[in-house]
């Protein structure tokens, strides 16, 4: 097969419809568009969700709701999950190793939520208050200036 011997097949292509060319071609005179009106018109065409001069759909209906742009950055974490996690050093990337949060992920917050075992550190997380005394309480240990109230 040569590229300049392929074409299309059979029947596919339609010649296009030349319109306004007079009463014997058949669509002479208004040229298959009708009789007046803002569609007959050359450039007569709206917008989208135009309800000619009514106030659209979109415009009646009230606002609602917000859909936050970084949410899907953000990932919360139980206390009672980190028993999953191997080592004693809770950061980041082990919590998207134990698939605890998304790989997208860019921040995390851990809350406290359940019960812990064994104590860790926990480095480059979010911690709430909560959260904190928990792991403080059980002998492990938070980076300092990496709480949120």
Sequence with gaps: M???SIQPAEGAKRSYKRVGRGIGSGLGKTAGRGHKGQKSRSGGYHK????GGQMPLQRRLPKRGFKSPTAKFKSEVR???LDLIQGDRIDMLSLKTAG???DQALVAKIF???AITRSFTVVGVLVTRGAKIAIEAAGGAVMAGMTED
């Excluded at 989208?48 to 309800?51: H, K, Q």
């Design 2 to 4: 040569q590229l300049n």
């Design 48 to 51: 989208v969700g135009f309800e």
């Design 79 to 81: 206390l009672s999950e």
């Design 100 to 102: 605890l949060i998304p």
């Design 112 to 114: 406290a939520s359940g």
